[in-house]
């Protein structure tokens, strides 16, 4: 199928259209912490309503950009906003908390064809190397907007209209992403999707959470065999899911694993201090999302001096520093629970930080590290074990809550942020 040439001019609001999508995508995955302690229910049943959507967004990643090569960008872009939307509204109606973690599994899916697809529309949209990376700078700057944003906004749509308030809004953002994002060239292909694969990641990680969560010795025996049939099963293969030269690398699987600790550190905070301040100090949701902001602002402007380190010293040293501010913050909450807000305060700011340096130059470090003709799939790949850490990190550190305060918790995630701090040291150069 031949694909009509575009200039790269003139598409601001097309853009704009594959970027609320993709801001819409991150969105969720942050703005319905405040929201968790008006929801009920047990602590497990909270942290599957947060997980159920990392479980199958994370899962679901890895193969969103073979169904993108396949059936077209736009065709799956669209289908992928257009379920998301009608989800959103589904869930916002969902009965009881069953009900809201089944909808939160499809919303994971739908998110994942989100994802590749918009960055194949870019592509599309900027054939010119300067203009496409210009727009994948703002593309990723949603990022930070989005998760700063998150917190306070779901405490503002709480106080306005209940938690079904946070999935309302998801609608009309939806609405206009599709309305934006129209008449952008991309082509069909004949990639194979392994959906085998995609049933094994997905159950996978399903398993391992059930097993961290409720603590069932069934469901961590069950994770294994899967995993150990997983991986026979890849190096079989020869159109591997993960493919192992890609892994062989010592750089991209260290940054891979590093990517994983971040998310796990970042979703497991949102989750634990949520309910530290509004179920232990009986902050509201608004006050809540407002307490964040020492964590969630520095993401929305710091990555600009990360990429400016970066071009001129490579991304070792930012990695380096962000892994320890966020070991320090991690430390420092688990040295000082329950902390005054000052020093709480003090500590999400040091993760805030360490976020932004450390995740930025880590993509820039995993893909330029990546062989010849593999960059996409280690960015898709590290997205995918992003997400894996974030739904492990919930679980752990959730768990970690019923221990002694959020203490215990943060000494798990200073323990990770360590490791990986050492492993980067040792590695990279």
Same mark, same amino acid.
């Given at each position: 199928?031949?694909?009509?040439?575009?200039?790269?001019?003139?598409?601001?609001?097309? *853009?704009?259209?594959?970027?609320?999508?993709?801001?819409?995508?991150?969105?969720?995955?942050?703005?319905?912490?405040?929201?968790?302690?008006?929801?009920?229910?047990?602590?497990?049943?909270?942290?599957?309503?947060?997980?159920?959507?990392?479980?199958?967004?994370?899962?679901?990643?890895?193969?969103?950009?073979?169904?993108?090569?396949?059936?077209?960008?736009?065709?799956?872009?669209?289908?992928?906003?257009?379920?998301?939307?009608?989800?959103?509204?589904?869930?916002?109606?969902?009965?009881?908390?069953?009900? *809201?973690?089944?909808?939160?599994?499809?919303?994971?899916?739908?998110?994942?064809?989100?994802?590749?697809?918009?960055? #194949?529309?870019?592509?599309?949209?900027?054939?010119?190397?300067?203009?496409?990376?210009?727009?994948?700078?703002?593309?990723?700057?949603?990022?930070?907007?989005?998760?700063?944003?998150?917190? *306070?906004?779901?405490?503002?749509?709480?106080?306005?209209?209940?938690?079904?308030?946070?999935?309302?809004?998801?609608?009309?953002?939806?609405?206009?992403?599709?309305?934006?994002?129209?008449?952008?060239?991309?082509?069909?292909?004949?990639?194979?999707?392994?959906?085998?694969?995609?049933?094994?990641?997905?159950?996978?990680?399903?398993?391992?959470?059930?097993?961290?969560?409720?603590?069932?010795?069934?469901?961590?025996?069950?994770?294994?065999?899967?995993?150990?049939?997983?991986?026979?099963?890849?190096?079989?293969?020869?159109?591997?899911?993960?493919?192992?030269?890609?892994?062989?690398?010592?750089?991209?699987?260290?940054?891979?694993?590093?990517?994983?600790?971040?998310?796990?550190?970042?979703?497991?905070?949102?989750?634990?201090?949520?309910?530290?301040?509004?179920?232990?100090?009986?902050?509201?949701?608004?006050?809540?999302?407002?307490?964040?902001?020492?964590?969630?602002?520095?993401?929305?402007?710091?990555?600009?001096?990360?990429?400016?380190?970066?071009?001129?010293?490579?991304?070792?040293?930012?990695?380096?520093?962000?892994?320890?501010?966020?070991?320090?913050?991690?430390?420092?909450?688990?040295?000082?629970?329950?902390?005054?807000?000052?020093?709480?305060?003090?500590?999400?700011?040091?993760?805030?930080?360490?976020?932004?340096?450390?995740?930025?130059? *880590?993509?820039?470090?995993?893909?330029?590290?990546?062989?010849?003709?593999?960059?996409?799939? #280690?960015?898709?790949?590290?997205?995918?074990?992003?997400?894996?850490?974030?739904?492990?990190?919930?679980?752990?550190?959730?768990?970690?809550?019923?221990?002694?305060?959020?203490?215990?918790?943060?000494?798990?995630?200073?323990?990770?942020?360590?490791?990986?701090?050492?492993?980067? #040291?040792?590695?990279?150069?």
């Amino acid at each position: 199928m031949t694909i009509s040439k575009t200039t790269g001019r003139g598409h601001t609001g097309r *853009l704009l259209g594959v970027s609320l999508a993709y801001f819409l995508v991150l969105l969720d995955t942050t703005v319905l912490t405040v929201a968790l302690p008006s929801l009920g229910g047990s602590l497990a049943a909270r942290q599957w309503v947060v997980n159920g959507y990392t479980v199958a967004f994370a899962a679901f990643l890895l193969g969103g950009g073979a169904l993108a090569d396949r059936f077209g960008a736009l065709r799956v872009f669209r289908s992928g906003v257009a379920g998301f939307g009608l989800l959103s509204l589904l869930s916002a109606a969902a009965p009881n908390l069953t009900v *809201l973690v089944v909808l939160r599994l499809l919303l994971g899916v739908a998110g994942a064809a989100c994802l590749p697809s918009s960055l #194949a529309l870019i592509g599309a949209l900027y054939p010119e190397p300067a203009r496409r990376a210009k727009a994948l700078g703002a593309w990723a700057a949603i990022t930070g907007v989005a998760l700063a944003a998150g917190p *306070l906004a779901g405490g503002a749509l709480v106080a306005l209209g209940g938690w079904r308030a946070v999935f309302l809004v998801n609608v009309p953002l939806a609405a206009a992403g599709l309305a934006l994002a129209r008449g952008i060239p991309s082509a069909e292909g004949e990639r194979a999707l392994d959906w085998p694969a995609q049933f094994a990641v997905c159950l996978f990680l399903g398993l391992l959470t059930d097993a961290i969560i409720d603590r069932r010795i069934v469901s961590a025996v069950a994770a294994a065999v899967v995993f150990a049939v997983f991986v026979i099963r890849e190096r079989r293969s020869r159109t591997a899911t993960v493919p192992p030269e890609l892994i062989r690398v010592p750089g991209v699987a260290t940054g891979l694993a590093s990517g994983a600790a971040i998310n796990f550190v970042l979703s497991g905070t949102l989750f634990v201090v949520t309910l530290a301040l509004q179920d232990g100090r009986h902050l509201t949701a608004v006050q809540t999302g407002l307490a964040f902001l020492p964590l969630t602002l520095p993401t929305a402007f710091n990555p600009l001096i990360t990429s400016r380190i970066v071009a001129a010293r490579g991304p070792r040293l930012p990695v380096l520093c962000g892994l320890l501010l966020l070991t320090a913050g991690a430390g420092l909450l688990a040295a000082t629970a329950p902390a005054p807000y000052p020093v709480l305060a003090l500590g999400l700011a040091l993760l805030g930080f360490g976020v932004s340096f450390s995740l930025p130059a *880590l993509v820039t470090a995993v893909v330029s590290g990546a062989p010849d003709g593999y960059a996409g799939t #280690a960015g898709g790949l590290l997205n995918a074990v992003r997400q894996m850490g974030a739904t492990v990190g919930v679980a752990v550190m959730g768990t970690g809550i019923g221990a002694g305060g959020y203490g215990p918790a943060f000494v798990t995630a200073a323990a990770v942020c360590g490791a990986a701090t050492l492993a980067c #040291a040792a590695v990279m150069r």
